[in-house]
């Protein structure tokens, strides 16, 4: 057994969380507050009450709204433009992972020069060694998905090279994020159950990952089981607090997850039809290519001890199949089991060439090796 624990963030979590973010010190004076183009966090009152927590704190800041669902490399150069130009020390990121994922990138580039694409090690990144740490992060999640309030990581869209790639350092955690299951009430059904499978599949990855540690796997069995139990509750009654706590707090373990093991290929994929694809939002993604690829996982020796457990964890009879079968009651729970990707304008032409497109890093997580043929193959099979 041979592993390391890292987890520096300091987790603020509970409803109303964020009305105390001025007893907390911030990391700096002058804050670049990060969230998306969408109109939710200032129309729903959540950015006036950041505003407010900042007066507090006696910090100025400067708002860079423009982040789109899928944030890209000119999402993040342009921010971190605005963070130098403003003489920013720190960013604040409020909304979904989109715009936590940016402002991480926007941190790295505002203190380093070149493009981002330059430090990136995926696609056709230069894998460049950082020269300076980042800038430091406060995390403000509205959404229950990502995770990326708990992790390094971030994914990050080159639109015109059709590639999503993950992106960061272990100076990318958080120093401070706030998880307030009350920002997160207001998120509509089908999103909110986007987000909650990509929580799903975020800890089914890491736990049948060839990275898994001691400690993903409990974390990993642990999510699961809520995910199961409450993203029902969530997508059904949007103001049910106990259902946006448990989801929240599963968000939270999955990206503890994505610290301590890492992704499968099923992220790889979903990456990179994303990629090909920049209006196709990523649980859905998941959603699509999921049936498939956990079909092929469950036909593996290789898999069956660890699909047995996730599927006891998930209320399912104990065995590979009953991961399938506990999916399955879950999309159809969630109103998400005939999800196809021709709603989403995916043509089954380019399939071949997103296949060819994931194939990174991840696929060496997988227990029975994955050939870019077979990639393909849980695409079409996605597809039918």
Known sequence: MNYRYYLPTDIL????????????PLPGRHALVVTTSGKSVKRLGYL???????TLSGVGYTLYDK?????????VMEGAALA???????????????AIDAAK??????????????????????GLPLKEKPLPLVAIPTTAGTGSEADAGCVISYPERKEKVSFGTPWSFPAISVVDPELMCSVPPRLTAYQGFDVLFHVVECYISRAATPLSDLICLDAARRVVTFLPRAVAQGDDMEARTEMAWASTEAGMCLTHSSLTAQHS????????????????????????????CAGQEAYRERMTALAQAMGAEPSPQGVLDALEKLMTRCGVAELRMSQFGITRESLGAVAEKSVDRRYAN???????????????????
Request: aromatic share 8%; hydrophobic share 35%.
């Open 269 to 296: 994929l979903e990456h990179s039809l994303s990629g090909f694809y920049p209006e196709l939002t990523h649980g859905a993604g998941l959603i699509l290519i999921s049936r498939a690829y956990l079909r092929r």
């Open 13 to 24: 979590f509970g409803p109303g969380v964020l009305d105390r973010l001025h007893e907390k």
């Open 48 to 54: 006036d009450r950041l505003r407010r927590e900042l």
């Open 67 to 75: 982040v789109c669902p899928n944030p890209t490399r000119d999402n």
């Open 84 to 98: 130098r130009q403003a003489g920013c020390d720190f960013l604040v990121a409020l909304g979904g992972g989109s």
């Open 366 to 384: 997988e227990r029975a090796p994955l050939s870019r043929e077979e990639a393909q193959a849980i695409l079409e099979q996605s597809y039918a």
């Open 105 to 126: 990138g926007m941190a790295v580039m505002a203190v380093n020069d070149g493009d981002c694409w330059d430090y990136v090690r995926d696609g056709s990144g230069k």
